[in-house]
């Protein structure tokens, strides 16, 4: 027996496909219809006709074997046989975060490939797997970005069971894993949710498409279909967070806002299932209420992208100054991230022509996510550079020790570990011809607004692209791949061994810099992170005693109140009587 | 000398026009431009030249004595002779405030004839008196929610001198006065703010007009605008308040949302002047965080609009169940309204197709506003018709009784207290054929979707729509207007003299209901309010010696355990043991 359930307020009638003939479904409360069938079961396709139309993919499909405008595939979750009873994720404050996307990430690009790096990810000393999105999008590869069956993982990569079985392997090596869920629009292609209810509203838009109904009528289903895909992850899934994409592009005046209902249902299932279930957004606002508990009159969420610090990090180490870059660039910007996590807390920001943000008032650091690569900064450049491309092996180092020693939940994006060559640059798949242009075209017309001609600017439908973006895991036996990596695990190892560097306490950090001698030192309980950005070797003042724990130079030499350090490179040091000031 | 400023960043050049010639500005930081002018002073009429186009009204105009298409005119406010120094308001929390329209207050619809109806008022026992827009809008008359010059009092009303007579006229009569500003959009004439900077954004849109730009790129410098705005008005014109039209017309992501930022500016202010200023927003969110202070994540307003307990109080009374009041129509919905401010705390209203609202914990009565009309749920009637069109004495004197026992701060509309036979109906004097065509036709239209015929739609253009809608004072020497009038004063007065009935603790108010009998009853400390509002005599229980207070009708009778009341009556009788139970 299997029920089949959907929502579609505006027919006058539904019909369930199955077997090639049309079985009348009957209408319930608040416009869904439903129809028992007994005659249905696990792997029988599927598909619903509304008002008697073409037979549409089901808007919560389980399983899309044929992709986005195929027929949907009924799935029985309790088949699989999980072995993972009893597992418990590391929590959040000390997690060491590591975004990766399953088409890239392996030659083969699927769940199951993927798994055979996790022994490595683990040795690196990764807490948390942070997939891209796996919802089934459009054609055979993508970021996932473009999804149109929320509910389906892309058949691309190995379907449900597939999933399945990566998370599972994940919680043997000890391995969390969060997913990246998009719920500000649905791609361009494949998406049939608009000819089943008011899923949408014109009111609003996003840079994407239309912007998603979150407070108009019919939004409570809407909402519920959003709520009830999360859900499914966390508990159908057993992943253990979602990551939340651009909630900025959240459009709701309601009184209880989608994301604060989103975060209590979440905890509801969390203290039913009795495991830890973590929700991060990504946030443009620089609005501190987003991280804040509920009691305290925030929405709930407990961690945030937080885009100021890369911002600031990545000017410095790279000299960048184009584009939302121009509103940072200097050593104090650092360091208001260091202290503050925003950067912009209500000052003027002029990329944006008005004041942004506000200050983050009593929030422990591990409300943000810290890091000097994401898909994002990567792949939205017009070729796709990776760090790597843009800075030596010094500044390289020097970022990952501030990533790595910062206040905030460390994230480091697949390959960054060793400062991988490849590029990660915008690819799609799209089938329909009008549109696979329109995306070519688009990519080519966004990136000329910037003075680039076309022909340098990687065509996303052209499978090179893609392929191209594949991480090159035999880049690990050349230098300077291997000391990176070996940099990377040696900070890893020494953030998750030294309890000062997961204290959330901000107003415990505490920054020096010169802009002018381009140096900067940060404090973390015991330990001294300072760097030398010049192009000579200076010294570091302090005013205690230490000892040198880690240097990315062999050359950095203690003296009595200062550390004498050469161009482009980074020292941790412990302090050795309990002095205040460095 | 004179300072001219004016925000205009994309113009390449600015000029001022004064007296026939053309002075250059200079260019300041933030898209200002500036001139200090020797030759200007008060009473001088002045322009802004854009890059050599048409000479245009000053954004922030003082003064607008030909419309909002004619010059601007300098304007001295240290000239007025203020006889109101010392002046403190009654607080907000025992006020009895009493919305009025200059334009139909008096035969002669200035702010100087208004001046002759204050004794009246404070008589009837008004603490604080509401201005329905003065801002200079396009025409003689109008509603005044059309404003295109937003620092000019409107010149048919008497002007900038005018307006700060009647203030201080108000002050000296005891009355606080409070005035309605529009933020959310401009009127469709005059409105030549989009020449000069982003004051709007095409990213939103409101049902009256483009949204303002309150998160785009240069919305600080649109903020600013409206706060200096709001600050003009309780600083410059000694308004005690301000009530804030439709504010769930703002959109706006930021960090520091616009009314947070303005609540924030009006304290300050109000900190210097060492006297009370407050803030009322009209809100249709029956979002608590309006109301809520800062301190606890809200948005730092005094008080709120509550449309809720109007919209239950109506519908029970009139019967009325179409469009927004089919959510409405029992005497559970007061009884929610009366103990809890929002009968849409969460529940799924129909009228909008999914849940509203949130529960408004901890908040106090007074932070809502109630009242049985308002210049809105009259005027936006096709007809206009008052209460007094709508329900007999009986009901006026129930619904009078409920709003000003309730624990919300009682709110009356010009009329109301006798409950005058005059329409309120929609009026306008648009100059513009076309524009007054396209608001005669879109009111006809608007209406012929209730299927109301277009003969007997009032034609907002019609001059005598305007006139209809004038308070006729005459009206006061016939009944029944002479006896509510005294039913109102008698009410005011009990309120006034009663410290329980500005008790704002909701959780203190008790209300017992029988649907079937249509009797309800409410406790307000030691009183009980108990109506009738079936066809018949009914016997309202509660378990308590009583004395009778005030009865709309001679012969309610007390029982030892109940109060007989005859059909569409109200009695007010105190509890004379301590008795717990009503």
């Given amino acids: 027996m299997t029920l089949f359930r959907v929502w579609a307020p505006l027919a006058a009638n539904v019909q369930l496909l199955l077997d090639g003939s049309l079985v009348p479904m009957s209408s319930e409360q608040n416009g869904y219809w439903r129809c028992d069938c007994s005659s249905a079961g696990h792997g029988m396709d599927y598909a619903f006709v509304l008002d008697g139309g073409d037979a549409l993919p089901d ?72 997939l891209m999105p796996v919802a089934e999008f459009s054609g055979a590869w993508g970021w996932g970005y473009d999804g149109a069956d929320l509910f389906a993982p892309h058949h691309g990569y190995g379907g449900p069971d597939g999933l399945k079985r990566f998370v599972d392997a994940c919680h043997a090596a000890g391995l969390a894993v969060l997913l990246d869920v998009v719920y500000n629009h649905l791609g361009p292609s494949g998406n049939y949710l608009g000819r089943f209810g008011p899923y949408f509203t014109t009111r609003y838009s996003t840079p994407w498409g239309p912007a998603v109904n979150l407070d108009g009528a019919g939004s409570s289903e809407v909402r ?13 899934y057993h992943f253990d967070g979602l990551r939340i994409d651009a909630i900025h592009a959240f459009f709701d005046l309601s009184a209880v806002p989608f994301l604060e209902q989103l975060a209590g249902e979440v905890k509801r299932l969390e203290a039913h299932l009795g495991r830890s279930l973590v929700l991060i957004a990504e946030s443009d606002l620089n609005e501190p209420r987003v991280v804040t508990p509920t009691e305290a009159g925030g929405y709930g969420i407990d961690a945030q992208w937080s885009d100021d ?27 208001r991230a260091l202290e503050n996590a925003f950067v912009f807390d209500g000052r003027r920001s002029l990329f944006r022509g008005r004041p942004h943000g506000r200050k983050p008032e009593g929030l422990p650091g591990w409300r943000f996510l810290g890091y000097l690569q994401t898909h994002d900064q990567v792949g939205n450049r017009a070729k796709g550079e990776r760090s790597s491309r843009l800075m030596n092996v010094g500044r390289l180092k020097i970022g990952a020790a501030i990533v790595l020693c910062a206040p905030f939940i460390p994230m480091l994006f697949q390959g960054e570990e060793f400062g991988a060559d490849t590029p990660f640059q915008y690819f799609t798949n799209h089938e329909e011809p009008d549109l696979a242009r329109a995306v070519s075209e688009g990519r080519r017309k966004e990136f000329a607004a910037f003075g680039w001609k076309a022909a340098d600017i990687p065509d996303p439908q052209d499978p090179e692209t893609f392929s191209r973006s594949k991480i090159n895991w035999a880049e690990l036996e050349r230098e300077p791949h291997t000391s990176l990596l070996a940099w990377h695990k040696q900070l890893i190892a020494l953030r998750r061994r030294t ?20 140096w900067l030192a940060f404090r973390r309980g015991g330990y001294v992170i ?15 005693p230490g000892a040198l724990v880690l240097a990315s130079e062999a050359d950095c030499i203690i003296h009595k109140t200062s550390v004498e350090m050469p161009s482009d490179s980074v020292a941790i040091l412990r302090v050795i009587n309990n002095g205040r000031d460095i």
Same sequence: chains 1, 2.
């Fill in 309 to 335: 610090f890369h911002h600031a990090l990545h000017s410095v180490l790279t000299g960048e100054r184009a584009g939302y870059y121009q509103d940072f660039g200097t050593l104090g910007d650092v360091g």
């Fill in 530 to 544: 300072a760097l030398n950005l010049s192009q000579e070797t200076r010294r570091v003042p302090f005013a205690f």
């Fill in 59 to 130: 808007p919560r499909s389980p399983w899309q074997p044929y992709g986005v405008h195929g027929r949907s595939r009924v799935l029985d979750h309790s088949r699989f046989r999980w072995s993972d009873a009893g597992w418990r994720p590391p929590i959040l404050s000390s997690a060491v975060i590591y975004e990766l996307h399953i088409g890239t990430f392996t030659p083969e690009g699927t769940f199951d490939s993927a798994v055979g790096r996790l022994e490595y990810l683990q040795q690196l000393g990764i807490t948390h797997v942070e």
């Fill in 499 to 518: 309890p000062e560097f997961a204290d959330g306490r901000l107003d415990q950090v505490e920054v020096r810099f010169s802009e002018s001698e381009q």
């Fill in 224 to 236: 519920r279909f959003f709520c009830d895909n999360a859900l499914m992850w966390l508990r159908d």
